[in-house]
């Protein structure tokens, strides 16, 4: 479980957004320490500190420092809002562990994006790349700047590596060149915080005003070396997210010729997973065009089972190295630089949309004259032209349509009138219909009423009675027998 140390801060090493690196001295010895003072307070030289060494002690690459705990003879002085109510936020966040924040919801009610998340419901078409390794984000960042400088990027952060975003140097790296960070689910330290991915995916798009988002998580991913015990599995939930809120899913696949690690040679075993096995919606995959020979087969047939449900895009990497070279943080993935894992980097540089569609324009324009319209605008107007004729003729055909049936219902009630009395053994004519053979008991019957009538008839019967009543007079037996079945 925790493995506790006390010890002394003997000097401050580097601090970035959010965190300070130590050097603590403990019995054991001196130890490299990562404090969040936005938890514990700023470390000083000379403050007693409590850590949990437990990472450290195992030997953790990503997760590797002692944590600090708390400055427990130098307490932080707690926040400005007095707490007793929800004024200030009332998310929280790593939840029912002793050092669980309280912050401040994106949509919640105190929160000043509330009527806008309240409305949102839709990425409108936003595209968004999914990548299972927190590495890939400068290399899709610097993909996507080199393809459009000007396009607003957000970061969107799940749970599944670190939870405070603050443990990134890369995060603080790149700030200036994203739109923003949103922080989801237990994760926290973000630009905004929200309690889950859709609202966060949402955040990104309404309250950023993101042209494109990533999805990945933070540093330190959890696994267990078989294909389901990994933390980056649930990109493929985001996928799904992605679509249910009308978005374009872009998969940045995990492809490397360098990892020594047989199940990520190629295609990620990871990645196979999450896209082939829980994304349930497509996705465009993306696969850089100038792979080694080799390494391109390899990775062919890896994908080729999930074309059933994905469309594999292969795109063009003239101009990503030269992006990838100026990244503003140094690119390294479990230990390996550029050089050394050049498919892993190029392919998450390729893994952005080629070009982010813009937003759209909320300002009026005013109609263009006919000097001035595009190819594009005269055949619109063209089509609505054609439109309104075909809708012309269409109200014109149905107009003749009914007249025609209201000449039908002249007939059939003139008909139903009758010449007055018929003859002595004409004939009746019922409904327009030609005049029957036999004799008049055969022809009762026919219909289902008269002497062998059944009892099913009697409608019918009810119907003959008042049209004969307009054309004879009904007298004796006939008669009496109508009035009795009425």
Request: no cysteine; proline share 6%.
């Amino acid at each position: 479980m925790v493995r506790w140390r006390s010890g002394t801060v003997s000097a401050v090493r580097r601090a970035w957004r959010g965190a300070v690196e130590l050097e603590v001295t403990t019995e054991q010895g001196t130890l490299r320490a990562l404090a969040y003072p936005a938890l514990t307070g700023t470390p000083e030289p000379g403050d007693r500190v409590l850590l949990n060494v437990g990472a450290q002690v195992m030997g953790l690459g990503t997760g590797g420092y002692a944590l600090v705990v708390a400055l427990p003879d130098r307490l932080p002085e707690d926040p400005p809002s007095a707490g007793t109510d929800r004024d200030a936020g009332h998310l929280v966040k790593a939840r029912y562990t002793p050092l669980q924040p309280i912050l401040l919801g994106v949509d919640e009610e105190a929160s000043p994006h509330r009527a806008v998340m309240a409305a949102a419901d839709s990425l409108d078409g936003m595209p968004v790349v999914t990548a299972d390794l927190h590495s890939a984000l400068p290399a899709v960042l610097a993909g996507i700047h080199a393809d459009r400088p000007d396009a607003k990027v957000a970061y969107v952060m799940t749970d599944g590596g670190a939870l405070p975003a603050w443990f990134s140097r890369t995060l603080d790296g790149l700030r200036e060149h994203l739109a923003g960070t949103v922080t989801t689910g237990q994760a926290f330290g973000g630009d905004l915080e929200a309690a889950t991915l859709h609202t966060g995916l949402l955040a990104a798009r309404h309250v950023l005003g993101a042209d494109v988002a990533i999805v990945a998580q933070g540093p330190g991913n959890l696994g267990t070396g078989t294909p389901w015990g990994f933390s980056g599995v649930a990109l493929g939930e985001a996928v799904n997210a992605i679509v249910a809120l009308r978005g374009t899913p872009v998969g940045s696949l995990r492809i490397s010729d360098a990892d020594p690690r047989p199940r990520h040679r190629g295609v990620s075993h990871h990645s196979l997973t999450a896209y082939g096995k829980v994304a349930l919606v497509p996705a465009d995959l993306v696969v850089p065009d100038d792979l080694p020979a080799d390494l391109a087969k390899q990775v062919e047939e890896a994908l080729a089972p999930l074309a059933t449900l994905h469309r594999v895009v292969t795109v063009a990497t003239a101009g990503l190295d030269a992006a990838l070279q100026a990244s503003p943080v140094r690119l390294s993935t479990m230990g390996r630089g550029l050089l050394d894992d050049h498919a892993y980097f190029v392919t998450a540089g390729r893994g952005g949309p080629p070009r982010a569609p813009r937003r759209k324009r909320t300002t009026r324009h005013t109609q263009p004259s006919k000097e001035q319209e595009t190819g594009a605008q005269k055949k619109k107007k063209r089509h609505a032209t054609n439109g309104k004729e075909r809708e012309k003729e269409g109200e014109e055909k149905g107009g003749e349509k009914k007249g025609r049936e209201r000449k039908k219902r002249k007939r059939r009630k003139k008909g139903k009138k009758g010449g007055g009395k018929r003859a002595p053994g004409a004939t009746h004519t019922h409904n327009g219909q030609q005049p029957e053979k036999g004799g008049k008991d055969q022809q009762e019957q026919k219909r289902g009423f008269g002497r062998g009538a059944k009892k099913g008839g009697k409608q019918q019967l009810r119907t003959w009675i008042r049209e004969s009543q307009n054309t004879k007079q009904t007298t004796g037996r006939e008669g009496k027998t109508g009035e009795r079945r009425r």
